[in-house]
């Protein structure tokens, strides 16, 4: 009886693997940036109710849709793309500008730029072939991924307006609260918004020691009981 228990548990952990590595996404959320008590704030996978409320008072700023992808479907994409051959976790944002700017008055400009603040630098930024053309990556920037508008012959992404495909590769899967920012031209000076996205977490030495140490106790208290 305990042999066949044993040979079940094994069964379903190595279904619960074989899934897991056929998944091509391994995370996707979506991050409402609105205005709240303390200036713009961020909602995650917010339900239709409260998406609504917000609506109509009127508060949404933005939407950024983060989607994380296993290791061979990153590999697959970036190489249909023509990136070539990386190893990694592709991050794809997509930025939906809900409220910024003013679309009806001509001389107002909308976002140009957006960014991601990693705790780690990504090994590699780019964008689809499917993104909007004035949309280029910014070098400029540093580390921290990002990516922005660079004709003059259309007023960036006015309100309405969405731009996609906007991908950054890192080593690290596992994902955590960033900082991220668009910055806006209106006609005045240009502004910084600043809200949560997703982004790789690397845990510090002493989660990693702990959870070290949580595994050798276990192991510990499995060799006592068995005694």
């Known amino acids: 009886m305990k042999n066949l228990r044993a040979i079940g548990l094994i069964g ?3 279904i619960l693997c074989a899934t897991a590595l056929a998944a091509d996404i391994l995370s996707e959320e979506e ?3 609105y205005v709240g008590e303390y200036g713009i704030e961020t909602m995650f996978n917010p339900d239709g109710d409260w998406l609504a409320q917000m609506a109509a008072a009127g508060t949404l700023r933005l939407r950024v849709q983060q989607t994380v992808y296993d290791l061979a479907q990153s590999a697959a994409m970036l190489q249909r793309n023509g990136d070539g051959l990386h190893t990694g976790y592709l991050y794809v944002y997509s930025v939906s500008n809900l409220r910024v700017g003013d679309s ?4 107002d400009w909308g976002i140009t730029q957006f960014s991601a603040n ?3 630098a990504p090994d590699l930024i780019t964008t689809s072939r499917q993104t909007l053309a004035d949309w280029h990556v910014d070098y400029d ?3 921290p991924p990002a990516w922005k508008w660079v004709s003059t012959d259309w007023p960036g992404l ?6 996609g495909g906007l991908w950054a590769l890192s080593s690290i ?3 955590t609260s960033a900082n991220a920012g668009v910055v806006y031209a209106g006609v005045d000076d240009p502004q910084t918004l600043t809200g949560i996205v997703r982004g790789p977490y690397v845990p510090n030495a002493p989660a990693i020691l702990s959870l ?7 192991g510990v208290i499995r060799r006592f009981r068995r005694q």
């Open 212 to 218: 070290l140490t949580g595994l050798t106790g276990l």
């Open 158 to 163: 006015l309100p309405g307006e969405t731009v």
């Open 118 to 120: 990693w705790s780690i």
């Open 173 to 175: 899967g596992v994902t």
């Open 12 to 14: 379903a952990a190595l």
């Open 31 to 33: 991050a409402y940036w």
């Open 104 to 107: 009806l008055d001509l001389e």
């Open 141 to 143: 920037s540093g580390n």
